[in-house]
């Protein structure tokens, strides 16, 4: 038997490698999760291809010198995805079209996974033996499931993407070595170093159109950037805007705003955003401010920037001040109090995922619990100087009815303000009792003042608004992220993302038709006939697989908010599953009738998920390394009741064109137009399906 160490640094650098591609992809299209799907598809859908023609290659080396083609594609893919927003003469900012996004991802990735894929066929050629390919897939998973660990708990935050293409790359080189015992093969080595070196170089030189990256760190949660232009400096995370500083006038908006409207506030949290806004609340006699973000290094690169200002410096030294390091929803949910008089939501519009989470009613239930009586919730949504367009209209106002079905009371500003206000008990917003509740307070500041109440709650601009707003039905929850996804129609409304604005525009009877039809085509073709339907019931599990990861990656983030740190972690605990999964069915007698069980086990998975699984971060884990077993299970019996080890590379290509189908479908259309419980309903339908096509030919091979 050959060594297992190959097999296993293939599974190890494939990972490490698709969690860099995705963490470097997300950071350049602004951290939309849609191109969590569009890079699983890409990634799958050439892995696939490789896997395909690798099965047609016969050359006695092959395997070894993949080692070394990986090795050398790995830097280069790196640079190419950095390089994107440099090539599009794009603003620090400025989102990505549609169109762009995905033809960056898919130019950028093909050449690196298409040799990942070229690699197992030849991998399995090179294992020899009774089910090799279910051999080398549960190995592989096991060296996946290592660099998962590694990235969790020792690369995240301590190496950036070239340092660990450069890592990666050196370790293909040295198995290489030990396959051909060929000490040669070494000097190739050389061309990653020079890669790095390079690469280094002239990225160090190459700026954001024209401005240059002040600073740049790698956080647990992701990329950060920091650009300056003269003395304001925008901090960018995963190439999203977070917030500028310093920003004096938004600042005092959002401070003396919300604090005018509450008649005494003590006791303050602030979620998100920049330290600049503490010295505005301190300016009133608070007992308590407290701060949250989760990233550390945000909060460490935010404290250089105020070391600029002796006020805002000594803002942060102030007694009253708290500032803590973790995830606000989770800080919220463990309270268990009623500790604060007004919670600050000082955070970006809900245009991503992980930030619309902090818009839905799920959040606001938490809040309220937390809120002391007469306590408030102030947030922001897009502001609008003119008519309200019908995308943005939908998304503030799904947020605007999530607010008023856990709140008695939400208040709105005019349109041109975009703040909204929640309680349980009245908010007074007449002009004159606003005014003269500020000059009362005799509050400084430089841009704020009286005279504002009467344009921000102008009593007909009010009206207005709310009835625009409360024209709207829909509510934003976890698992159904209105605003999140009506954002995305206004982006590609404005981008010209004609493609991706019909495709969010599909209502859910039209998925369930195509569906029938092409469910209703592969029982004409496949009924009882075996290959046909084993191939088909990969395909079901590599679609159902990346669905439910991909459910479960996106429910966890939208609960527990920190994905870009646990992605690693995740990804281990599945591919530790496919491994266990694999190792229990190597040698089965009856491989059918176990394959008909595991589609009736990923029916019963789908359903019972958000009632069981849903409920605790540890269940998540559990649920991950189930879907991970049961996949990896799934794929080795099929490929023993093939009988035959040539089949295992078609296997693997069809396991990977299900998995790009799933990936595509649930990001794209099925998760944020339907929700998570309808793409967990799909799944359960399509291997319903496939679970009734596998008796078919279970109970005739018995007969």
């Not at 005494?264 to 407290?290: A, M, R, T």
């Not at 990936?663 to 799909?682: D, R, V």
């Not at 319903?688 to 596998?694: G, H, K, R, T």
Request: glycine share 6%; net charge positive; with cysteine.
């Amino acid at each position: 038997m050959n060594s297992l160490i190959p097999f296993i640094c293939m599974g190890l650098t494939s990972l490490l490698l698709q969690i860099t591609a995705l963490r470097l992809l997300l950071s350049t299209f602004s951290g939309n999760e849609l191109d969590i799907g569009i890079t699983f598809s890409f990634w799958l859908i050439y892995v696939s291809l490789g896997s395909y023609i690798g099965q047609r290659i016969r050359f006695k080396y092959a395997f070894i010198y993949s080692f070394i083609v990986i090795a050398i594609l790995s830097l280069p893919t790196a640079f190419a995805i950095k390089s994107i927003r440099t090539i599009l003469y794009l603003e620090p900012g400025e989102s990505v079209s549609f169109h762009f996004t995905v033809l960056s991802t898919a130019i950028t990735l093909l050449p690196l996974c298409f040799m990942i894929g070229l690699q197992f066929p030849l991998s399995v050629s090179f294992s020899g033996g009774n089910n090799a390919a279910g051999r080398v897939y549960g190995l592989e998973a096991f060296g996946a499931f290592t660099g998962g660990i590694l990235f969790t708990f020792f690369i995240s935050s301590r190496m950036n993407a070239f340092e660990l293409c450069l890592v990666l790359s050196l370790i293909n080189i040295v198995v290489a070595v030990y396959l051909s015992k060929k000490k040669l093969i070494s000097i190739t080595m050389i061309l990653p170093l020079i890669f790095y070196i390079g690469f280094h170089k002239t990225f160090s030189s190459l700026s954001w159109n024209g401005m240059e990256i002040s600073q740049s760190a790698e956080s647990r949660y992701g990329e950060i950037e920091v650009i300056k232009i003269r003395e304001q400096s925008s901090i960018y995370t995963n190439g999203h805007l977070m917030f500028t500083y310093p920003n004096p006038q938004r600042d005092e908006m959002n401070a003396h705003l919300p604090m005018t409207l509450h008649p005494s506030p003590s006791n303050i949290l602030v979620i998100g955003g920049s330290l600049g806004i503490l010295k505005e609340f301190l300016k009133y006699p608070v007992d308590s401010l407290d701060f949250i973000e989760l990233d550390s290094k945000i909060v460490e690169i935010s404290m250089q920037l105020l070391n600029s200002s002796r006020e805002d410096a000594n803002a942060i030294k102030d007694q009253r001040v708290r500032i803590i390091i973790e995830d606000g929803r989770r800080f919220i949910k463990k309270l268990n109090r009623h500790a604060y008089d007004l919670i600050i939501l000082n955070l970006p519009q809900p245009s991503t995922a992980s930030i619309n989470r902090f818009y839905t009613t799920d959040f606001f239930m938490e809040t309220k619990d937390v809120l002391k009586r007469y306590g408030m919730i102030y947030l922001s949504i897009p502001q609008s100087t003119g008519y309200i367009g019908k995308r943005m209209k939908i998304a503030n106002g799904s947020i605007y009815n999530s607010l008023k079905s856990v709140f008695r009371y939400v208040e709105v500003t005019t349109q041109e303000y975009g703040g909204l206000f929640a309680s349980d008990s009245v908010i007074s917003t007449e002009p004159e009792i606003l005014e003269k509740r500020f000059i009362q307070r005799a509050i400084h500041t430089k841009h704020f003042n009286q005279y504002i109440f009467s344009d921000v709650f102008s009593p007909f601009n009010l009206e207005y608004v709310k009835k625009r707003l409360g024209e709207i039905k829909l509510i934003n929850t976890d698992f159904r992220p209105s605003a999140y996804v009506y954002n995305l129609m206004l982006w590609a409304e404005i981008h010209g993302g004609g493609i991706l604005y019909n495709l969010l525009s599909i209502r859910f009877w039209n998925i369930l038709i195509i569906f029938a039809v092409y469910l209703t085509c592969i029982a004409l073709i496949s009924y009882r006939k075996k290959k046909r339907v084993i191939f088909f019931s990969i395909f079901t599990t590599g679609f159902s697989g990346m669905s439910f990861v991909l459910t479960i990656i996106l429910t966890y983030q939208a609960i527990y908010g920190y994905i870009y740190e646990m992605i690693g972690i995740l990804s281990a605990t599945f591919m530790i599953g496919l491994w266990i999964g694999t190792l229990i069915t190597r040698n089965l007698r009856e491989p059918l009738r176990i394959l008909f069980y595991m589609e009736l086990t990923t029916i019963l998975l789908s359903v019972s998920s958000p009632l069981l699984f849903f409920k605790s971060e540890f269940l998540f884990y559990i649920l991950v390394f189930l879907i991970g077993a049961i996949t990896g299970g799934q794929f080795s019996t099929a490929n023993l009741s093939m009988g035959s080890s040539k089949a295992g590379g078609k296997l693997y290509a069809m396991d990977l064109i299900g998995s790009f189908t799933g990936s595509l479908l649930s990001t794209l259309l099925i998760i944020p137009l339907f929700g998570i419980s309808s793409a967990l309903m799909l799944i359960a339908f399509i291997k319903a399906f496939s679970a009734f096509l596998i008796r078919s030919i279970y109970t005739e091979s018995f007969n």
